[in-house]
């Protein structure tokens, strides 16, 4: 495992039973991701695609020891569904729903905050998010596995084709990734850029750390403020939208200029101030990291055939 | 969404939160009389609604003391294009004016509600500096700015109210009436889902507190829970953006030339701002989604070519969970649909690309593939200019 989720990660879908839970979480289990349960009230005590459903995630939790909530509830049931899973003692819960309330994340977000100040380890990622996947051991989320590959790069990101095309250009340069984080494109998220930079910091698995950004918001700054306080990793940066006009959002709901705030320029100028290497060219993404970690020690990852650090051994000889 | 001015004070009056004394919205010259006989007596003032901070300083605000005055500043202002400093340099047409009894002022404040996205809560922000805008107070003088943030559920709690009202340096007697008005606007604020509640400036006159002007945006997300907002046409929206949303797209329309299909929002930015490196300009944003099906690909071409501008289209899918051979057979479909005069450059990555490429080669319709966002930005850009 490198951060959040592993081969040991013990997950409950929240949604199974749905069209989106039923379609993805299939896709979960073909990659090997460890589901144990699934929750849809009013469905307990049935299986679906051979795994138990419960009526609450309490009884989930009880029954399987789900430690990890994925979640497919749609927008007006997704508040309640974030809610009961901090509520049943889940410690990573991932909400992949798109079109939640604003508010009703800043409630999930209070809850979020007790459940911390109360002593908890607990991570929400998303909502209005790919999900997160930790290559060769497990998948939570809607990603395309194929484009993935066991490595030493950690990557975060507001978007989520975005994500697909940056880690498809890290594979194809050799560069696998320790886990894919997608922290969801909404004006309130429950883990920000910085907590996921401090655990990637922390990881061993993990060498280098990609990060894209979108306009709107303010993350990408502090990101950059934590990155030169706080860690020796490289972090190398894609911000999406220079050319988007203020004043729109640009399908996100949290991607938007605001009041003169949250434009690419600070943002850019932010991170290349502290030390972070900001790639303007999405195209040149993958080519920019293989160059700089050209040399430079890459954490082998476990289990798997260790794709990144073959090709970069062969590189460096 | 938006709402416009006189939407948003009828808002807080229906709370009982102070406006001046409203005449109502006008449309047509005649209707000004019985506006101003609502409005109390004089003087008025007149004030042009549209979507835009700074009407002020560009004409589209005019204090009148009689009848006769009102008339002439009416006829000036409905039809005409108003440009201000937040249209982005277009000119917004004229077509409705709220009439309102002129307050006596004595001291003016900033107020508003956003969304804290940093702090994931909902916040109070006030300054005593009034009709000001608040990034241009942050900048100057950030020291007369406190936000206060507060929990939706738990609402805007007395102590935190009063610790504003302080702070804006009212005397005590007016303390109460300043807690009741921003309590008020927090409980609005929460149960309309707004994104947005800014009432600046919030004056205080003999009568007590008023807000002078209100801004009100609407969390689009939350809309399908209020039932009056939900058919709203989104005023600042153009017919192909609405057209776009009812067809499940997200399409914004920009000044440049090359159109854009993207899936992915993050990957459609990302796209046009490959296109301006390239030495293009974007015509649009748009995210055909996740599952990027025949339908909805068709619709997508048909709002594109809406823009007469658009000299070019790029295509630049990543595909996922939706296979690349099956994009390419929605995408050839479309084509055979939309009759395309213009260059057509294809861009697709990830799962099948190859058997993609080949139906795409082989289609005979003479759409450009592209190995990579670069080469396909470089060609639709040096396309677009033959074109």
Redesign the interface.
Known sequence: MAILLGRQSRIVVQGLTGSAGT??AQ?CLEYGTPLVSGVTPGRGGTTHLGLPVFDTVAEAVARTQADVSLIFVP??GAKDAAMEALDAGIDLVIVITE?????????V??AL?RARAAGRNVHLIGPNCPGVITPGEAKAG???A??HRPGPIGVI?????????AV?QLSQQGFGQSTVIGVG?????GTSFVELLDLFEKDPKTSAVVL?G??G??AEE?AAGFFKTKMTKPVFS?I????????????????IIE???GAYPAKAKALRDCGVTVI?????LGHTVAQALKGRHIASPEGVKPIAVSVHQSESQ | MKLLEYEAKSLLQGRGIPTPLQGGVVRRLQDITPALKRAGKGPWVLKAQVLAGGRGKAGGVKIVKSPAEAKVALKGLLGLKLKTHQTGGAALTIREVLVESAAKIEKEFYFSIVVDRREGMAAVIVSSQGGVEIESTAQESPEAILKLSFDPDAGLPDFKARRLGFFLGLSVDRIPAFVSFAKSCAKLFCELDLSLLEVNPLALTPKGLAALDAKVVLDDNALYRHADYQKKADPEASAAEREAKKAGLSYIGLDGDIGCLVNGAGLAMATMDTIALAGGRPANFLDVGGSADEKRVIEAFRIILRDSKVRGILVNIFGGIVKCDMIAAGLLKAMARVKLKIPLVVRLEGTNVEEAKKMLSNSGLGLVPADGLWDAAKKIVELAKGS
């Open positions: 379609f993805h896709k927008a007006p079109g939640i309330p604003v508010l009703d994340m800043a409630r977000k209070a905050g809607i990603m395309p194929a484009i990101s507001r978007s989520g084709t975005l994500t697909y095309e498809h494109g909404d004006p309130i998220i894209i979108e306009i918001g303010s502090e894609f999406a939208g220079r050319t988007a006009p203020p004043g729109r959002r640009m399908g996100h709901a949290g991607a009041g003169g705030s303007e060219n999405l195209s040149e």
